[in-house]
């Protein structure tokens, strides 16, 4: 069984760059799965964020392609977010989730929020 | 603005059967299979549906899935207290992005 858990900054500045980490245990992060990120603002729906195949290329929201990459990092099985440019919109808990198909999100870790504000 | 397109709220009794619609476009929906989510207060999102109308293993078969055209829906039937959770279905575009619904707010009264 896959587990996920979300690690780093809670509050970030406006303007600054947003970085989480993904811990991957129970998996392989070279196996067939799309290593993705998922947000959802407070009271509102999900969206997803991007994904990357180990090895491959990755995919990104168009709404967010300009501030966001994803990498994946086999030796210490994580994989990670960087989103730059944050603003108070960025507010919001975000998921690391693999995915096994497009859009098919088996696995997800709990959710960290993060904050922008000065 | 959400790619596809969900009732904000539903609700039902328990024992009842409950229809939730996801509503999307060719590059989406049309064209790939759609995924339905469950997630409780509090709690990450949970694979309830996967390829239109297959549920993990786990999942009752209280839960169901279908796909029509553009539009989608899932089931519940014998509808329970601990189904009362936000709903949301997915799916691949062809734009090379995966897009959700806003999510549907099941109560069961």
């Known amino acids: 069984q896959v587990q996920m858990q979300e690690s780093g900054p809670r509050l970030v500045k406006p303007s600054g760059t947003l970085s989480l980490s993904c811990t991957v245990s129970?998996?392989?992060?070279?196996?067939?799965?799309?290593w993705s990120w998922v947000r959802q603002a407070p009271g509102k729906g999900l969206e997803w964020i991007g994904e990357?195949?180990?090895?491959?290329?990755?995919s990104y929201n168009p709404s967010l392609t300009s501030r966001v990459t994803i990498s994946v990092d086999n030796s210490k099985s994580q994989f990670s977010l960087e989103l730059t440019s944050v603003t108070a919109a960025d507010t919001a808990v975000y998921y690391c989730?693999?995915?096994?198909?497009?859009?098919?999100?088996?696995?997800w870790g709990q959710g960290i929020l993060v904050t922008v504000s000065s | 603005q959400s790619v596809l397109t969900q009732p904000p709220s539903a609700s039902g009794t328990p024992g009842q059967r409950v229809i939730i619609s996801c509503s999307g476009s060719?590059?989406?929906?049309?064209?790939?299979?759609v995924y339905w989510y469950q997630q409780l207060p509090g709690t990450a999102p949970k694979l309830l549906i996967y390829?239109?109308?297959q549920r993990p293993s786990g999942v009752p078969d209280r839960f169901s899935g279908s796909k029509s055209g553009t539009s989608a829906s899932l089931a519940i039937s014998g509808l329970r207290s601990e189904d009362e959770a936000d709903y949301y279905c997915a799916a691949w575009d062809d734009s090379r992005s995966a897009v959700f619904g806003g999510g549907t707010q099941l109560t069961v009264l």
């Open positions: 989730a693999s995915a096994s198909g497009y859009a098919r999100f088996d696995y």
């Open positions: 060719r590059s989406n929906v049309g064209s790939n299979y």
């Open positions: 129970g998996g392989s992060l070279s196996s067939t799965q799309w």
């Open positions: 990357m195949y180990s090895g491959g290329d990755p």
């Open positions: 390829r239109n109308n």
